[in-house]
């Protein structure tokens, strides 16, 4: 790269997904999430070096910065190096239970629809399915606890953003909720927002270089784009520094960016120069 | 206490047809592999598989035919992605599922342990039927007694057996459990029989050096089978990580139509576990140990 802010797309959203921890959260990591790890360990970095930070599933408890760098193959291992406390996942839900207010986590969806719904479980009717996808896991059970909830779509495109979902797994902003909520859905293109009062899909900014025009023709339903819409704010040299030196040197956020033989290359990549002797 | 380690032969016979079997650990990290090998070779029938989280044993499992239903929150090889088999056996409606949610598991197990005859969650019905994947678990609800707000009811969950593979144990049970934990201590509490799969076998002596590690309670451990290695190809820590290359290779051969002759040439081409680690080879296996 020629000039030092120079920055990619997965950078960018990284940066943006960062900005939505704070000192003192609770972040739940969930299993293999490489955008999502990266982004928790540079708000710890930068921001909020006082977040407490439970890696795998929530189970595991790390100190500062001693978890780093992220890895693919040595996971678990990372984390245990730097592991401050064990628990099970009953008590990882104890904590979504009493501590509702402090939880940060985000989530990917194959599927999400204006009014929040993700849906992670089938592609096609869910007695018929076209795609079985692995499962939504913690995802219907989050969606009915947390009161914000956080979306991540590194591809930001019309099957993804759809009119409906195929299935509901996890509950979006519902007529029948009467508790304040809200969703930030943070794309490759922009940065949404909806809320209970706001019922439906909102764009709060869009990322430099993105054209209105864009944005409409890869979303399948109408958003709602505020005439005054502002530019997403792009990372800090230091941002930058830290994700590419620091916290991910090998790479691995790039594979969320990815899919099929692309994506397929790059983990083998990323596997073979881990596992180097 | 009651000497419990077995060989693999004995520790199987605590296995039925159509039980309803627990395996325990996460996606792709500590699945007790060595004993479904084992089920697959015995050519188990209308097995019915509960997990929190699926990975290759389920998929395995499903592609040798062992399984009638699956119960998880997920079954997929994390990063790798689908679970192959399983997802095929799905679309092509050759087994049943039903996927529960993390919560409608853990509930399901603790009632069975705390003698609750359901387990109500404070969220109000009317919310959770908003839900796909919670309306299709079919819950019933009951009125609070408290606040008259309908809530759902989730039933008790009873596995007939309990799998789990950990880094040691004593030869009573005593055992510890290291790293990633999931929900194997409920699983442990709640199934009628458990057997476990260890990667080291300790004095007792050194159990009582550190008692506070015992996450494990022998009065529940019906078998203790040594069997080093036996989460190959998923992880075991501290002792090595997962094996994304021969996941890899079930995912290709899955995908050349060819899983049945992988299942020959793994399962029931080899004898013993020492036999399928032979295959793996030394250099697949240095490649996965944690470098110190």
Known sequence: MSKDDEYTIDELMIVCMAREVYDEGIVMQGLTTPMATTAYYLAKATHAPDAYIYQLAGNILTNRLDALPVSMVFNEFQAMKAAMHIRSQLEVYETLFTRTNSIIEFFRPAQIDKCGNMNNSVIGEPENPKVKLPGAFGIPDAFLIYPKLLIYVPRHEKRVFVEKVDCISGLGISKKISDEKEIIVISNLGVFHISTRTKEMEALTIHPGVSLDELNENTSFQLKIPQDISETKPPTVNELNLIREKIDPLGTRRLEMLGGKERQRLLWEIMDKETVV | ?292
């Open chain 2, 1 to 292: 206490m009651k000497d419990k380690v077995v060989s693999i032969d004995e520790a199987k016979h605590l296995v039925k047809d159509g039980d309803l079997v627990a395996t325990g650990g996460l996606t792709i990290h500590r699945k007790p592999m060595a004993f479904i090998y084992e089920i697959i070779r015995s050519k188990f029938k209308k097995l019915r598989i509960i997990s929190f989280g699926g990975g290759p044993e389920i998929d395995l499992m499903v592609a040798a035919g062992c399984v009638e239903k699956v119960d998880a929150a997920y079954v997929g090889f994390e990063i790798l992605g689908f679970a192959p088999n399983f997802r095929k056996a799905i679309e092509e409606k050759q087994i049943e599922y039903t996927e529960h949610t993390e919560y409608s598991i853990m509930v399901g197990l603790q009632a069975t342990m705390l003698g609750l005859e359901f387990s109500p969650c404070k969220v109000p019905a009317k919310i959770i039927r908003e839900s796909d994947v919670h309306r299709r678990l079919d819950l019933k609800s009951v009125k609070s007694p408290y606040t008259g707000e309908e809530l759902m009811a989730y039933p008790p969950i009873r596995p007939d057996v309990a799998i789990i593979h950990l880094q040691r144990s004593d030869n009573f049970g005593n055992a510890h459990m290291e790293g990633v934990t999931a929900i194997d201590d409920l699983l442990i509490k709640a199934s009628k029989k458990v057997i476990l799969t260890v990667e080291e076998i300790i004095p007792s002596s050194e159990i009582m050096k550190e008692p506070s590690k015992t996450k494990v309670s022998p009065s529940f451990v019906d078998a203790i089978v040594k069997i080093p290695y036996g989460a190959h190809p998923t992880s075991c820590y501290p002792f090595y990580a997962y094996d994304l290359w021969h996941l890899r290779e079930i995912m290709e051969k899955t995908k050349a139509g060819d899983i049945q002759a992988y299942l020959n040439d793994y399962i029931f081409g080899v004898r013993t576990f020492d036999d399928y680690l032979s295959k793996i080879g030394d250099s697949a296996l240095s490649k996965i140990k944690p470098k110190r």
